[in-house]
């Protein structure tokens, strides 16, 4: 599995993990406030998410956890529903910015 140190959340990062969100549509499934057209409801809406307790219901909502788990959430629950999206460390990393900025 690919590693997925987590950087301090700037800025910069939350941008670019917004615009990556869009590119790989994650709002297909999720509603995901700030991404345009962000409105599925396959899967829960991440309006709120920094101050999850837990991902997915069983991770611990840290941010390496949740880079981690953007990488490949089957290597964290083999059953999960949420596909793997082949991202790559760096770009999960801006992504669960973007995330962590939703409180």
């Known amino acids: 599995m690919q ?9 910069q990062s939350a941008l670019r993990g917004r615009a990556l969100i869009t590119q ?10 700030g991404v345009a057209n962000a409105r ?3 899967a829960v809406s991440l309006a709120g998410f920094s ?5 997915a219901g069983r991770i611990p909502n840290q941010p390496d956890a949740l880079a ?3 990488i490949d959430p089957h290597a964290q629950i ?4 949420m596909p793997t ?12 910015a973007y995330l962590w900025t939703l409180k």
């Open 3 to 11: 590693k997925a140190e987590y950087a301090q959340v700037t800025e």
């Open 24 to 33: 790989y549509q994650c709002g297909s499934c999720h509603a995901i406030p």
């Open 40 to 42: 599925g409801v396959t």
């Open 51 to 55: 101050r999850r307790s837990y991902i």
């Open 68 to 70: 981690l788990w953007i």
């Open 78 to 81: 083999s059953a999960s529903t």
């Open 85 to 96: 999206l082949a991202v790559s460390p760096e770009q999960a990393r801006d992504m669960a």
